[in-house]
């Protein structure tokens, strides 16, 4: 499962985003990792999280957030869900082919391994393609 919140800057996404990673604290039996671009959660979600601040890792493209997310898994097989504050600001991109075909991956990672993902996207809904769309 993937799930995408869209909108732009100061249109209520990240609380959005806490208000399920709380959810997720309270209903799900696994282990959740939250990553942000920045570190600025860290009050917001609760201590269970697993939070990662992006800009430590050096983070530049979606082949290394894919081989991080591979990484994250594979050292811990308990992760049921991971939220990811931003991810266009960690990647440092625009939504294009690459981002349809990024979530396109984790929706099959998700499928295979059963681990949830939920994104923030700082764009206007309206430059959702129709590969976006199904995610949102």
């Not at 097989?77 to 984790?106: A, Q």
Request: charged content about 30%.
């Amino acid at each position: 499962m993937v799930k995408l919140i869209m909108g732009q800057k100061g249109s209520g996404k990240t609380k959005q985003l806490i208000s399920l990673i709380n959810e997720a604290v309270d209903n799900e039996r696994g282990d959740i990792v939250c990553i942000e671009r920045v570190a600025k959660l860290t009050y917001d979600i609760p201590h269970k999280v697993r939070l990662i601040d992006a800009s430590q890792y050096g983070f530049d493209d979606y082949s290394f957030l894919r081989g991080f997310i591979s990484g994250l898994h594979s050292a811990n097989y308990d992760i049921t869900h991971i939220f990811i504050d931003n991810v266009l600001g960690i990647v440092k991109r625009d939504i294009d082919e690459d981002s349809e075909e990024f979530f396109e991956w984790c929706d099959n990672f998700s499928a295979k391994e059963r681990v949830k993902f939920t994104f923030t996207l700082s764009v206007d809904i309206s430059k959702a393609t129709e590969r976006i769309i199904k995610f949102l």
